[in-house]
């Protein structure tokens, strides 16, 4: 049995089970994750709690909003455009973009998944086709259906390219991930090491008050800590006010030379599909959720 729990993520991630209702489907992962039934009457932790609102909190802005595109005109009218990196153009295919009008730097990503990316520093250097090949396989994934994620199912899968961003102290573009609910913002994790080849990214959580929190999700806390921002607390203020209204969302930032940009709106963390160590963390962020009295009607 515990071999069986340990193959259906894999079988999951290959579509084996695509044709399963989002519930029935959502049990069947939870399960093997946890190794426990989902209390979909009760949800009581974090874990168990984004798995209620995936199925029963389904709101029409929510699609647009995970649109790497759309959401910059979304966030520019709630805080303001200055917090929006530039974009610099926006394309169905890799083959109708013209890197002839780009920078020397520049990101491409697609506007749907998590990983569709590719950073170029040097335009000469640029592998089109090692970047073609990454790209058109994001370009055909279906990221809502690994983790039943409602808000990515009608999002259109496009390309994007924005301005190629670096802080000078980091050298690199590191991103602040605040947790937040219904303005209410409580932990914030930082990721480094991303780009290392050879060791695993790093996850620090802390309070609001860059208290360090002691536990993992996903990965291992770095050995030496990430510092704190020079922004801190005015992301915490804007995070505050792109969450209203709304449940749970982590709303991550960047901070470069000293100025805060928007990254992205996350309603999932992990699909809350990772488990916490030690597990008394899921209890305490399911804690600050508070879920809807009712449910949306277009749920399935």
Known sequence: MELVRKLIP??????LFDKLGDKEYLSLYYWSVFGK??????PVTFSEKLQWLKLYDRRDEYTSMVDKYE???YVADKIGSEYIIPTL???NSFDEINFDILPDQFVLK??????????????SQLNKKLAKRKLE???????YLTGREWPYKNVKPRIIAEQY?????DCELRDYKFFAFDGDVKAVFIATDRENEVEETKFDFFDMDFNHLPFTNGHPNAQEMPHKPVQFEKMKELAAVLSRGIPHVRVDF???DGRIYFGELTFSHWSGLKPFNPPEWDNIFGSWITLPKSKTKNCK
Do not use: A, F, P, Q
């Open 165 to 169: 961003m670096e802080d000078s102290h």
């Open 254 to 256: 960047y901070e470069v």
């Open 71 to 73: 959401v910059k005109k």
């Open 110 to 123: 697609c506007t749907h998944d998590s990983g569709g990316l590719v950073i170029c520093k040097d335009k």
């Open 10 to 15: 894999h079988l999951c991630y290959r579509g």
């Open 89 to 91: 153009g926006v394309w």
């Open 137 to 143: 396989k994001s370009l055909k994934k279906n990221y």
């Open 37 to 42: 039934k989902l209390n979909w009457d009760n």
